[in-house]
């Protein structure tokens, strides 16, 4: 919550003599988490009404008699004598009868609501259009009307709603046939409803379209379909071999992998879906439907020719660490405790290559029995499921699992999010086969290291912020261990977005690669919210994110410093060593 938002909400706690309470926040956030019976019923039918404090006792009596179906029930009290209840009823648009005769079950809940001195809940929308005259004055009304006209004068916008509203939404005509099927409704059985989707079909059925993803999301454009909402309609489209009369079939694929699978809209959801492994699975559909973004198919068979990112000789791999003092001894390790699974982007690009050389530097100064696979080490997986290629990716995690097995480790660290949302999340689903490893990720190594005291860092100067990378964070829930790590070595402030909220840089979902403008947008947003709190040094634990960053950072010619947490962990431990010495 924001600092206008927060006062704003003390002032009308203070204005209504209310009284915040710990927990308050957190059971707000989660006032419609009842939308997720979703998940258990083929259709819902949501219904909203205002019903007087002192009469809610008999709404719900009236309730019980309303007749064969059940109801999910949300109130929230808003003003001292008003209860607004959200109603949830389970139907099947599948079954054209069902669903017709339970059309008539919102007019009855409204008509009871307003036998009590109740109203309408929420705004005008289908359901409230023959109740229109209660809710907005005439003036208003004819204002309304007029405005239209103005901006949409052809009638495209919405047509057939309240301001043009069809014969059977008129209040006389409306009643009638709701009175109507609501007798044919008593005279059918209940209907018992089942789920048939699983899976991806499940997740994208699941949506409910509340649009509580379409602010969050942080590859959204102008446009609807560039949401997380709007992509689960595309896919739901293609998926039945229908494409927007707007969108061609290319446009839609393009639109679906325009997303850094950061995981955000899942935050806010209030259906609880998987957004991360169900955009994984759309990608995948489409592929298998020969639908894919031309740069990423590029990039599957670089990976799958090369098992690299970069295309070179993966035996090239350990190149980064050839000069390091302790290189001859680690390379000749074929078994140790731990494996170091450095990753493609680490591995290959001089950008971020020093974030291995100053993790080993640390394993080694804290006496850590570690290893490396060197070209035995194979992609981890990440670019292909994030380019729709699932079963060439199970195939490169099958030979790391056996690669790491080799080595007798008892654990595995990796200082790419990427790489631990895989090993740690991914591997077993995939491959059916459970790698068999404990699995960190170095900010877990780094912290333990020094809480007990094997490592000892130096103090350093500056003000830090750090970066939540999507995988590290939201999507695996490590938030602490890298703070408190930071705090151990300097003055650390917290990002406004921060924790499960944190903003994506834009390196992810191999958006990188294929859309480098829009990529690059989002990681120069990220540094102008480091700069807004005044930092010097935004330090993050991911070698993708530091990429993109320090890319962004170079196009618009700013002066922060970008540094993984294991360069700030060897940097302060090399200071404290020349500080003693």
């Known amino acids: 919550m924001t600092e206008q938002a927060g006062k704003s909400v003390e002032g009308h706690a203070h204005f209504f003599k209310g009284q915040g309470r710990e927990g308050a926040e957190v059971e707000w956030k989660q006032r419609f988490n009842m939308l997720r019976v979703k998940r258990a019923l083929p259709t819902m039918l949501p219904i909203g009404v205002h019903v007087p404090l002192g009469r809610l006792e008999e709404f719900h009596s009236g309730l ?65 259009a023959p109740y229109k005259k209660m809710m907005v004055a005439p003036d208003r009304m004819a204002a309304l009307r007029k405005k239209k006209k103005q901006l949409d004068p052809k009638g495209i916008l919405n047509p057939g709603m309240w301001l043009d509203e069809s014969m059977f939404l008129r209040p006389v005509f409306h009643h009638a046939a709701m009175a109507f099927l609501s007798c044919v409704d008593r005279l059918f059985p209940t209907v018992r409803f089942t789920r048939k989707e699983q899976g991806l079909d499940l997740e994208l059925d699941s949506c409910v379209e509340c649009g509580y993803c379409t602010t969050s999301c942080p590859t959204r454009q102008e446009w609807i379909s560039s949401t997380p909402r709007g992509r689960i309609r595309l896919a739901k489209e293609i998926s039945k071999a229908r494409f927007s009369k707007s969108l061609s079939a290319e446009e839609c694929t393009k639109t679906i992998f325009s997303c850094t699978l950061c995981g955000r809209c899942a935050v806010d959801c209030s259906v609880a879906i998987n957004s991360p492994t169900m955009w ?12 894919e973004v031309e740069n990423l198919k590029a990039l599957a068979v670089v990976v799958e020719t090369t098992n690299n990112i970069a295309g070179k000789a993966n035996q090239q791999r350990e190149r980064w660490a050839v000069r390091l003092p302790f290189y001859e001894e680690i390379s000749k390790k074929r078994r140790a405790e731990m494996v170091y699974f450095v990753g493609c982007v680490t591995s290959f690009y001089p950008m971020v290559q020093d974030i291995a050389r100053s993790f080993t530097g640390t394993l080694t100064s804290a006496q850590v029995d570690f290893t490396l696979l060197g070209g035995e080490e194979w992609c981890c997986g990440y670019p292909l499921i994030s380019a729709g290629h699932l079963d060439h990716a199970a195939s490169q995690m099958r030979h790391n699992i056996e690669a790491v097995r080799k080595t007798g480790a008892r654990t595995l660290v990796v200082t790419c999010p990427g790489c631990y949302r895989m090993w740690k999340h991914e591997y077993e689903r995939l491959t059916g086969e459970h790698p068999g490893i404990e699995v960190l990720h170095s900010t877990e190594i780094l912290w333990n290291l020094i809480e007990n005291g094997r490592v000892r860092p130096g103090a350093l100067d500056g003000v830090f912020t750090y970066h939540d990378p999507c995988d590290l964070g939201r999507v695996s829930g490590i938030f602490d261990a890298p703070r408190s790590t930071i705090d151990a070595i300097g003055h650390r402030v917290e990002l406004e977005d921060s924790r499960e909220y944190s903003v994506c840089c834009g390196s992810g979902g191999d958006l990188l690669a294929s859309n480098q403008d829009l990529s690059l947008g989002l990681a120069e947003k990220r540094l102008n919210q480091v700069e807004r709190i005044g930092a010097d040094t935004v330090v993050t634990a991911c070698p993708s994110c530091i990429r993109g960053m320090i890319m962004a950072k170079t196009a618009a010619k700013k002066q922060l410093n970008i540094v993984d947490i294991s360069q700030l962990v060897w940097k302060a431990v090399q200071k404290r060593l020349m500080t003693i010495h």
């Open 64 to 128: 019980r008699m309303q007749g064969k179906r059940e109801l999910a029930l949300l109130g929230q009290v808003v003003s001292s004598n008003d209860c607004m209840i959200m109603a949830i009823a389970g139907t099947d648009e599948r079954h054209f009868l069902e669903h017709t005769l339970s059309l008539s079950l919102p007019h009855r809940i409204i008509e009871l609501a307003l036998s009590l001195g109740g109203k309408p809940g929420g705004g005008i929308g289908v359901w409230n």
């Open 280 to 291: 994984v699975e759309a990608r995948d559909r489409l592929v298998k439907k020969g639908l």
